[in-house]
């Protein structure tokens, strides 16, 4: 018996301590996954299915009707992708739906709408569309979490929010936070899931050694976890939480139909809103699990234009960075020199010289091994290449084990081959909870 398994059945008896959680209940141990029939009906609230879509958990919840949040008064931690299939955002819907008593909303980095750049937040407000109090849960953990829960006078936390698939994306570790406060606070969890919009058929990168958790990643999990946030939410249920004082909260996944783990986000059919400000694109989201590792540097990755995460550069570089990077001839990308002014962030105003990512290959390119290579030809080919002092780079990695290979003069393959054990038992581990085919 694996531990992800003893941790699952050891919360058997484990649910009634999670507090009240309402008439809908806790179907599963670690978290039960609901919602897996493709053949449910559909419901006007979540607009109008089209064939050979993806529908989404909260389509499958409004297509039952609600049930699972029936008698309970419910806070929704979302922000601008919650939406509907015909685009329109959950918290409207269920405010204006009778069968849902919604009293709070909470919102996570970047806000509820969406209007803070990384690192902020937009703070507690009152929703003009609804009227409903907006709570801010950035930078708020543990029993300070809980209160806000308490005080919002809610029975069910329910999360909504468009992932995209790498470990330092802050939104997942909302959720965490929030699970592990729910459970503090009595409260029961509902996850409504969503595309991993790079795909989920594989993890990659680093596992994160737990020194060096932070909020861009809280647990051990890989650097490309490969999952979506549903899976995630039973992952972290029955390895991590069991662990914890507070041990499991009552939790209820609500899964999607039609996914699949080969699905890129433009094959669902679904719309795509910015999950944050510098994620315009799901071609940012199909680089950003290597190139957001160039926050942990002098360059710029991209902030301020158009195409963040897709141009890297600093002032100074020039064309050999690109060559040197061609010349790892890694599967799925090529790398174009590139010449950009950021309107903010590192290098505002300034030329920037360095490389644009064009995936040619979405099925072969692995954003990770992308990232390394490129970290791995910036120090090599620009005598100005530094790490930001604060030694940030750790933290995305999971440890300082990729910095000091990249100081020491290892190559990609060599750096990939040190963390290949670590993420073989991700994997192992991380198979028990997948919910899709």
């Given amino acids: 018996m694996t531990l992800s398994r003893r941790g699952v059945l050891g919360l058997a008896g484990a649910i009634g301590a999670a507090g009240a959680v309402g008439a809908a209940g806790v179907a599963g141990a670690a978290g039960a996954a609901w919602g897996t029939d493709p053949s449910a009906g559909s419901d006007?609230?979540?607009?109008?299915p089209r064939a050979g879509r993806v529908r989404t958990?909260?389509?499958?919840?409004?297509?039952?009707?609600?049930?699972?949040?029936?008698?309970?008064?419910?806070?929704?931690?979302?922000?601008?992708?919650?939406?509907t299939a015909d685009a329109r955002h959950l918290v409207d819907v269920l405010h204006a739906d009778g069968r849902v008593d919604l009293v709070a909303v909470f919102g996570p980095e970047h806000g509820f709408r969406g209007t803070a750049q990384a690192g902020g937040s937009e703070g507690p407000s009152r929703d003009p569309a609804t009227g409903l109090p907006v709570y801010d849960t950035y930078d708020k953990s543990g029993q300070r979490l809980a209160d806000v829960f308490t005080a919002a006078g809610?029975?069910?936390?329910?999360?909504?929010?468009?992932?995209?698939?790498?470990?330092?994306?802050?939104?997942?570790?909302?959720?965490y936070d929030c699970?592990?406060?729910?459970?503090?606070?009595?409260?029961?969890?509902?996850?409504?899931?969503?595309?991993?919009?790079?795909?989920?058929?594989?993890?990659?990168?680093?596992?994160?050694?737990?020194?060096?958790?932070?909020?861009?990643g809280r647990e051990p999990i890989a650097l490309a976890h490969g999952m979506t946030?549903?899976?995630?939410?039973?992952?972290?249920?029955?390895?991590?939480?069991?662990?914890?004082p507070e041990k499991q909260v009552g939790l209820r996944t609500v899964a999607m139909s039609g996914w699949r783990r080969g699905s890129f986000f433009g094959d669902?059919?679904?719309?795509?809103?910015?999950?944050?400000?510098?994620?315009p694109t799901p071609d940012t989201a199909l680089?950003?699990?290597?190139?957001?590792?160039?926050?942990?540097?002098?360059?710029?990755?991209?902030?301020?234009?158009?195409?963040?995460?897709?141009?890297l550069g600093a002032e100074g570089v020039d064309r050999r960075w690109a060559q040197a990077a061609n010349a790892l001839d890694l599967p799925g990308v090529w790398f174009r020199e590139a010449y950009f002014t950021p309107s903010f962030s590192k290098h505002a105003g300034k030329v920037c010289g360095g490389v644009r990512l064009i995936v040619h290959d979405r099925e072969?390119?692995?954003?990770?091994?992308?990232?390394?290579?490129?970290?791995?030809?910036?120090?090599?080919?620009?005598?100005?290449?530094?790490w930001r002092p604060d030694h940030w780079i750790d933290k995305l990695t999971g440890s300082d084990r990729v910095r000091r290979l990249v100081d020491a003069g290892a190559g990609v393959e060599e750096i990939a081959g040190d963390w290949a054990a670590g993420l073989a038992r991700f994997e192992a581990v991380r198979a028990e909870y997948l919910l899709y085919g």
């Fill in 44 to 48: 006007p609230s979540a607009g109008a």
């Fill in 154 to 175: 809610i029975d069910t936390v329910v999360f909504d929010i468009q992932d995209v698939g790498a470990r330092f994306y802050t939104y997942i570790w909302t959720l």
């Fill in 287 to 311: 680089a950003y699990a290597g190139t957001c590792l160039f926050e942990g540097t002098n360059l710029s990755e991209g902030r301020g234009t158009t195409t963040p995460f897709e141009v």
């Fill in 57 to 83: 958990g909260f389509e499958r919840l409004a297509a039952d009707g609600y049930a699972a949040l029936a008698g309970q008064k419910v806070g929704v931690v979302t922000n601008p992708t919650g939406i």
């Fill in 179 to 216: 699970m592990r406060a729910a459970a503090l606070a009595g409260k029961a969890v509902v996850v409504l899931d969503r595309p991993n919009p790079v795909g989920g058929r594989r993890a990659a990168g680093p596992v994160l050694e737990r020194p060096y958790a932070s909020f861009v």
């Fill in 229 to 244: 946030a549903a899976e995630l939410a039973l992952l972290f249920n029955g390895e991590f939480l069991s662990r914890l």
């Fill in 268 to 279: 669902t059919g679904l719309p795509w809103v910015p999950p944050s400000p510098n994620m």
């Fill in 364 to 386: 072969a390119f692995d954003p990770v091994r992308a990232g390394i290579g490129l970290l791995v030809t910036a120090r090599r080919s620009w005598s100005g290449f530094a």
